[in-house]
């Protein structure tokens, strides 16, 4: 239940930062404009002279090089862009998205917060945890450090106590 819980969130904060326009780096603008003026500059020889074809040809590739840079950008054209004042847009399958994702995310956190509920309730499961807690504790002191630590599995930590066994009665323990 919590890993759903960690799938939600993480999800839910793709989908938000997918779903919310963004400003487009000085860098891209740069690159955008430099497009925009091969563009130009392929019309024009594509305009005149004899070979028309062959500068239309160029004048096609310069256009399909700018939509490929706006594309991605969320802008359909190079007006769209200048007009945006360097906002994308934000495509409706996008929003949609989020929307699915936000539910999916409401749906976790209520299951989420009905398991906390019942483990609330549940004396005998609180001290169970509790002495879980403090047996966690205990070995990370008798240990020197958390065999836990970093996701770790419990093997882990029965693998560092076996290391360390001491005979009882060598201790004075009987």
């Known amino acids: 239940m919590a890993a759903r819980l960690d799938e939600a969130r993480n999800a839910s904060r793709a989908a938000e930062d997918a779903a919310v326009p963004r400003r487009v780096t000085g860098e891209e603008t740069a690159e ?3 497009l ?3 563009m130009i500059d392929a019309e024009s020889k594509a305009g005149r002279g004899m070979r028309r074809s062959a500068g239309r040809s160029a004048f096609d590739k310069a256009e399909a090089d700018l939509q490929s840079a706006l594309a991605p ?4 054209a ?12 934000v495509s409706a399958e996008v929003m949609v998205e989020y929307d699915l994702v936000q539910t999916e995310l409401e749906a976790a956190e209520a299951e ?6 019942r483990l609330e309730r549940d004396t005998e ?5 509790e002495a879980i807690d403090r047996a966690h504790e205990h070995a990370v002191t008798l240990l020197g450090s958390d065999p836990l630590a970093d996701g770790r599995s ?3 930590m029965a693998e560092a106590f076996q290391a ?11």
């Open 32 to 34: 955008l404009e430099q």
């Open 36 to 38: 925009h003026e091969e």
């Open 73 to 76: 950008l969320g802008y359909p």
């Open 78 to 89: 190079w007006a769209a862009f200048r007009m945006g004042n360097g906002m994308a847009a």
């Open 112 to 117: 989420w917060a009905e398991l906390m509920a």
């Open 125 to 129: 499961l609180q001290d169970v945890l």
């Open 154 to 156: 419990p093997e882990v």
């Open 164 to 174: 360390h066994l001491v005979d009882a009665a060598s201790i004075g323990i009987d």
